[in-house]
């Protein structure tokens, strides 16, 4: 279970620094992807990941590719 925890929180930092980044809420991503800003703070502070159409509406949102978001 280490190796998914350690991905979890890897991809909760990726999201919380993409985010910051682009100056944008936790509400805002939250409706582009279509889930509340409770799903986008549990990926932020690595309690699950997303599944595959939520990393791809992210990346699609984002505007990269699924490297850099994982």
Same mark, same amino acid.
């Given at each position: 279970?280490?190796?998914?925890?350690?991905?979890?929180?890897?991809?909760?930092?990726?999201?919380?620094?993409?985010?910051?980044?682009?100056?944008?809420?936790?509400?805002? @991503?939250?409706?582009?992807?279509? &889930?509340?800003?409770?799903? #986008? *703070?549990?990926? /932020?502070?690595?309690?699950?990941?997303?599944?595959? @159409?939520?990393?791809?509406?992210? &990346?699609?949102?984002?505007? #990269? *590719?699924?490297? /850099?978001?994982?």
């Amino acid at each position: 279970m280490k190796i998914i925890d350690d991905c979890r929180k890897r991809f909760g930092s990726r999201l919380r620094s993409l985010r910051k980044e682009r100056r944008k809420t936790q509400k805002e @991503v939250a409706a582009a992807i279509d &889930v509340s800003p409770q799903v #986008i *703070s549990c990926y /932020e502070k690595g309690e699950y990941l997303p599944s595959a @159409v939520h990393c791809m509406r992210l &990346v699609n949102y984002f505007g #990269i *590719s699924f490297d /850099e978001l994982l």
